[in-house]
Structures are given as C-alpha cells and as structure tokens.
C-alpha cells in the first residue's frame, strides 16, 4: 500500500519522462536563436574516438546518407573546434590499447591535422593520466608512479612541450590546452592543492612556450556543487597559477540546473578576471542503446531530465547551453564525444572484437593491468551512443545543424515533441475516469496539456479484476500516449498519511504528559510521503496517548484496518489500535515498537458497519521508558466487499 490510495479517482500526475520514440517522419527541427553570439565563440565537438572508430569500419553519413568525411561534415555544420584527450600511454607491455580510442599525442596530432585542414582549431585535453581521468580517477601514468609532485612537475613541463612541439610541427591550429580533466580536487596522483598546482604549472610553463597565443584551460566537473568551484578557483588564484580559462562540465542529468551554472561561472569570472567555458555537455537523442554495451543513460535511472530524450530535445540542451554561456560572456561550449556510434549493429561478439583491437570501446581487457576495478571489471563498447549527433548508423541527425542554425535560429511550427506518461489510481469502488489530456512538451521544451483519445478500455472488467495495474496506450498531438492505471481499493480514511496540513479530521488525547506530539515532516522518519504523527517524552512514563479518526456515511459491510506505527526506547509499553462502532470498542490488535525505521502494522479484519455507523479507527500509545519516542503513518480503512 502507499500513498496513491488517497489519492483516488483520477489523480493524474506527471511523471518526469518516458518520452515516446521519434515518429517515423523527422520533422524540422526547432533552433532558439541564441542572442549576442560572438562570432569566434567557440562551438567545440570532442571526437577523440574518431581514428578507432575508423579503423573499426565506422563510416560517417550526412542527413541525406552521403558518406562524408567527419571533419567536413562538422565544419559545414558550424563547429569550430575539436576537442581530444591526450594520455601519456595507454597501452599495455605488449602495445595493446587500453580503449577510448587509445589516445595519445599521435592521435591528437591527427585529429589536430584534419581540422585544421577544415579550417578548425584545436582542444588538447590533456588528462596527465594513461587512462581516462575524472572525478572518480586521476591515476598517475605508470612511468611517473610514486614520484612526488616535485619530481612530477619537471617531467608534465617536458612532456606537454614534446606534445605540443609535435602539434606544432603538423601545423595544428592549437587554440587552447586543458591542464587535466575534470581535475576535481585531484590531478596525475596527487590529491592536495599544493600538488596539484605543480603538476598545472608544468604544463602551463610549457604551453606559454610553445604556443604563446593558445588559451590555457582548467577543468573541473559537478559545478551543482557551488561550494567546491568557488573553493577550487580560489586554491588556483592562491597558489597563482597561470591560466585563462575556468572550464566546466555541464551534463544536466546531474549537474544542477543552467541558472546555477551562469551564477557560479559568473562568479568566478568576475572574482578572478578569468574567462569561463562550457569544456563537456551532451544529451541523449534516444534512451536506446545501439552497440550491446550498455549506456550510462537510458530509461529508468535516477537523474535530472529536463529535455525528453529526442533529437529535438538534445537540440534544445545544446542551445540552451550555448544560450546560457552567451549570456554570462563564455568563450564556448564544447559537446562531448559527439561521434562515438556503434562500431557495429549485429552482435555483441562481433563489436567486441573490434573494441578489443581497435580500441573503439570505452575501455578494452587491456585497461585491467592500469584500471583493475572499474576498466578491468567493466571494459566494454560505447556507453553513449545515444548521445552523439549521430543514429546508430552513422547518419547525421538534424540535432547536428545545432551548431549552425543557432546564430540566426530556425522557426518551426510549434508541435509535440514527446508526451509525459498519465499515472491514474482508481478505486474499485468508485468512478474511472479516464484522462482527457496529457502532458506533452512541445518542441520548443514548453510543456502544455493536449487532448489524447486512449484505446478502448474495458472498464467494468477493470473492476471485476480487482488490484491490479495496467498498461494502456492512445494518441495525443500525433504520438503514442501511455496511461498506467492501478485499481485500488477506496481508503475511506482522510488525511491518511498526516501529508495534507488540514488536519482537523484527527484527534489526539494526550493521556499522560507526553513532551512532543504533533504532525511532523521529516521524509525520512515517515513510511510514505514526508509527514507523519510524532510523539517523544524525555521523561519515563509520560507518554500516553490515542491518536484517532470519526468516519461516517460508510456503505454497510465488512472493513480492515490498518495502521503503522515505529519507534523506540518505549519500555515497557502498551501500544495497540483499535476500531470503535458507535463508540464502542468493537477490536483491538496490539503491535510494539523497537528500533527507527521497522515499522510495526496492526491489522484489524472483519469489522462489521451498517448503515449509518459513526466508526472511529484509532492507535493508543503507552510507553514507560524514559526518551520514548515514536512516528505513526497511513492509516487504512479498506471495504473487504469486492
Ligand atoms: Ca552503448
């Protein structure tokens, strides 16, 4: 039982989700048009994967299934930078990858080299690191293991000049060079500030070198964690690092919402006189997954939502975020591994053999010598597939021309884009009443109710069933509605569950002197929702009290009751509930109370009413022991009649 049963005959709530699939025909795609765009305001795609995904077989398509060279498809699209990690070596004894796309300075090189030649510049992200770095990991690379952060600081300079000495030579277009990635609190090993600035200060001394004109970058992640940024940017500016850029992390699910992030980049702009970037974000097209490994997004998590998982809805992350950063000044916004699609569409075995060999899956086998917990337990494909600007065949989505289509937006007539599902819990009893509309979000990510003509449904047969809960499908503004019902039995016990502040409809005698008793929020102490009725006394054998509740007006027939009750330190105790008839005592159940969070539920059968009957159900509470305390919650009177 939960607290749904209260809120009977159709209550239709909103859930967060669960859009429905992209209809057969792809619509035009709705851009905002994004205010005081700067026209070198960097509009960055990370494809580091890109040459594994190549040697896989992985070929690119534009929108109209033209195989396309990537980089040429993302210039002619508007993007202006392209983003790639650089780890020292991720490769085992014998030269096997470790995944990721294997990235090393020669992979940048490359990547570096192809968007030039498209008149694009680069992001090195440099991750100090053989494997991927973030907040979870920042392992040193192995030939630098052990070695303080002294020792380390001479040898980042060295090789951040060897790297960028080679980008240069190629002729890379290098317009700036993160100093680590997500670099929360640690970098390369080292986890004290002290430490970590001297592994950045390495690679900014080497960077001021080679390419005096490039921006240098930090990079942090969880900006909802408003403290920690301003803490970090202060460590940075205490310990005075030379950098221009604080960059960030933005993925919604998580990272709290874009006004936050404004406030807290803003900040630190103005405090530091630094410029601000959006370094990672992305947004899922579909919740599907496309290559057999699975996705760290998809239907069902727990995780912020507020864009349906359509290519609409990933369009309008991406403008929302280029919006967000425009407006506070930002230098750029940069999506993530925007690329990455499934190195094949047959079987598991068959990708697998292409991440063990090419290094196109996130990590391979190989990665278990350097990352045995996570890389070596989990190694596998792409994890999010469904969040590049790609289908699962290569194929561009028309979420790709975001980056184009923001400077001057792209009208298109206002429609739905996905429908949120309809939640409806009815009495057995009673009237069903089935939804007339729907919440829908409209491809500008506004949200409207819209009519919905549901499936035939049966709906004396619903009531014959009994408890039961269904799964019912419609139609609303062109796409599949989905209606999820549960048939209940009626609560005719109001206020059930202490949640509504009228509380008129209780009655509570105290007995004895008890310190504390009242209705009380607290989530965490209550069975469901967040309130429930509290009692406490300091003092032993002052808690004495009956909780109870008048009902009238019920149909003639035979009832349950039931109430929750849990607690502690009670002593000796004498706790039972109890159903008067026309205030008489008609049953009593006793029940205890032992320690927080087990919940004791009395249950009462077989109470007769006739018409007319005034029923009181009820709980008398007793404790002796001195600190008695207790919380009782959802109280229930079910007809036993079918
Ligand atoms: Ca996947």
Known sequence: MNKCIALLLAAVLALSGLPLALAEEAPELYVRKVENLPEDFFLGMDVSSCLAEEASGVVWRDADGNVRDLFELLAENGVNLIRVRVWNDPFDAEGHGYGGGSCTIDTAVEIGRRAAARGMRLLVDFHYSDFWADPAKQQAPKAWAGLSAKQKAPLVEEYTR???????????????????????????????WMGIYRVMNGGAKAVREVYPEALIAVHFANPESTDNYLAWASKLDYYKLDYDVFGTSYYPYWHGTLDNLKQVLSTIAQ???????????????????????????????????????????????????????????????????????????????????????????????????????????????????????????????????????????QAAERRVDALDDCVLICDLNGEVSLPETVNAVMNDNSREAVPVTWEPIDIAALKAAG????????????????????????????????????????????????????????????????????????????????????????????????????????????????????????????????????????????????????????????????????????????????
């Open 467 to 642: 408890e039961a809960n269904y799964t019912f499908h419609g139609e609303a503004g062109g796409r599949e509605a989905t209606l999820l019902l549960s048939m209940v039995k009626y609560n005719f016990v109001r206020n059930f569950s202490f949640e509504d502040s009228d509380l008129g409809m209780w009655r509570c005698t105290d007995l004895g002197g008890t310190e504390q008793l009242y209705c009380e929020e607290k989530k965490t102490d209550s069975l469901s929702g967040v309130k429930h009725w509290h009692f406490y006394s300091e003092k032993a054998d002052a808690v004495c009290f009956e909780l109870e509740q008048d009902l009238t007006g019920l149909p003639a027939g035979a009832y349950t009751y039931r109430i929750s009750i849990q607690g502690g330190d009670g002593g000796e105790t004498d706790i039972y509930s109890y159903v008067k008839v026309n205030g008489e005592t008609v049953a009593t159940c006793p029940t205890q109370i032992t320690s927080w969070s087990n919940w004791f539920t009395p249950e009462i059968t077989g109470v007769q009413v006739a018409e007319g009957d005034t029923v009181t159900i009820g709980i008398h509470v007793q404790c002796k022991g001195a600190g008695a305390w207790g919380k009782i919650d959802d109280a229930i009177l079910n007809s036993e009649a079918e």
């Open 271 to 409: 405090t530091y006189g630094k410029k601000v970037m959006v370094l990672e974000t992305s947004y899922a097209w579909t919740p599907e997954d496309g290559d057999f490994s699975g996705n760290t997004i998809s239907d069902g998590g727990v995780y912020e939502k507020p864009y349906p998982f359509t290519v609409q809805g990933q369009a309008n992350e991406v403008a929302d975020v280029i919006a967000a950063m425009a407006e506070i000044g930002g230098i750029g916004v940069c999506c993530w591994e925007g690329a990455w699609v499934p190195v094949g569409r047959s079987s598991w075995e068959e990708n697998a053999a292409k991440w063990e060999q090419f290094g196109s899956g996130w990590a391979s086998s190989y990665a278990a010598e350097y990352d045995p917990d996570d890389a070596g337990k989990y190694y596998g494909g792409c994890a999010c597939d469904n969040q590049t600007f790609f289908d699962f065949d290569g194929k561009a989505l028309p979420s790709l021309a975001v980056f184009r289509l923001v400077r001057e937006g």
């Open 162 to 192: 060897d790297c960028l000495l080679k980008l240069k030579e190629a002729g890379v277009d290098v317009a700036m060079v993160q100093l680590g990635n997500e670099t929360n609190g640690k970098l390369c090993g080292e986890k004290t």
